[in-house]
């Protein structure tokens, strides 16, 4: 037989088998690439889900003041003189309240005359009116509270060791995780009594880097 078309034809074959094979391997790569999109896409609702205040208490986890370590600063002020205007026009878009509504809640909870958190460590230094006041403070467990709309919240909560006796005995935070991860603003709660702290529900002064200028704090909140 001649050898040059024993050649020709296994390269033919060969050719055949791998024509044959190609619209399969391109299913398996489909079929891979959309299943990594939606595992993607599933992790990515997990943490809205989580951010929104849904998630079973198995998903908690215990964290430490590493999770707010940094220079903070209050947002009041920018809400004060108008600089937070865009965030509530943009909340009125799709909620439920007008603009001016929105703003009139929002001086409710950001209200504070702390307007500059520094942690470093296990210490929390508090500037009120630029007078500080500093505490040590150690992990006291969290509390999970359940809401009227059906959501819930996580708050980490900090007991006093040592340090100024202006600085609260009790710290509680609340932001949106419900495990270990660095914190990109806050919802800080403070006072002498553990248990009413958990029921304030309506003042939550809120925290953001003190390395953040308005406009970029306006991009943040509406970022969400």
């Given at each position: 037989?001649?050898?040059?078309?024993?050649?020709?034809?296994?390269?033919?074959?060969?050719?055949?088998?791998?024509?044959?094979?190609?619209?399969?391997?391109?299913?398996?790569?489909?079929?891979?690439?959309?299943?990594?999109?939606?595992?993607?896409?599933?992790?990515?609702?997990?943490?809205?889900?989580?951010?929104?205040?849904?998630?079973?208490?198995?998903?908690?986890?215990?964290?430490?003041?590493?999770?707010?370590?940094?220079?903070?600063?209050?947002?009041?002020?920018?809400?004060?003189?108008?600089?937070?205007?865009?965030?509530?026009?943009?909340?009125?878009?799709?909620?439920?309240?007008?603009?001016?509504?929105?703003?009139?809640?929002?001086?409710?909870?950001?209200?504070?005359?702390?307007?500059?958190?520094?942690?470093?460590?296990?210490?929390?230094?508090?500037?009120?009116d630029g007078n500080p006041a500093?505490?040590?403070?150690?992990?006291?467990?969290?509390?999970?509270?359940?809401?009227?709309?059906?959501?819930?919240?996580?708050?980490?909560?900090?007991?006093?060791?040592?340090?100024?006796?202006?600085?609260?005995?009790?710290?509680?935070?609340?932001?949106?995780?419900?495990?270990?991860?660095?914190?990109?603003?806050?919802?800080?709660?403070?006072?002498?009594?553990?248990?009413?702290?958990?029921?304030?529900?309506?003042?939550?002064?809120?925290?953001?880097?003190?390395?953040?200028?308005?406009?970029?704090?306006?991009?943040?909140?509406?970022?969400?």
């Amino acid at each position: 037989m001649n050898i040059d078309f024993m050649k020709q034809a296994g390269s033919l074959a060969l050719l055949a088998a791998l024509l044959v094979g190609a619209p399969a391997f391109a299913e398996d790569r489909k079929a891979d690439e959309t299943s990594a999109h939606a595992h993607s896409h599933d992790k990515k609702d997990a943490k809205t889900d989580i951010y929104k205040g849904y998630f079973e208490d198995s998903q908690i986890e215990s964290r430490t003041l590493a999770d707010w370590q940094g220079d903070w600063q209050s947002v009041y002020p920018y809400l004060q003189d108008g600089t937070l205007d865009p965030v509530m026009a943009h909340k009125a878009e799709s909620g439920d309240k007008t603009a001016e509504e929105y703003k009139t809640y929002y001086t409710t909870g950001y209200q504070t005359d702390v307007d500059r958190i520094v942690i470093d460590g296990e210490t929390l230094t508090f500037y009120k009116d630029g007078n500080p006041a500093k505490g040590q403070y150690a992990d006291d467990g969290y509390e999970i509270l359940n809401y009227e709309k059906g959501n819930r919240g996580v708050r980490y909560i900090f007991k006093k060791t040592g340090g100024d006796e202006d600085a609260p005995q009790i710290i509680q935070f609340s932001d949106h995780r419900i495990t270990p991860g660095e914190a990109d603003h806050y919802h800080l709660y403070w006072g002498d009594d553990r248990q009413a702290l958990l029921s304030e529900l309506t003042n939550w002064p809120t925290y953001y880097p003190s390395s953040l200028n308005g406009e970029q704090i306006v991009e943040e909140m509406t970022a969400h």
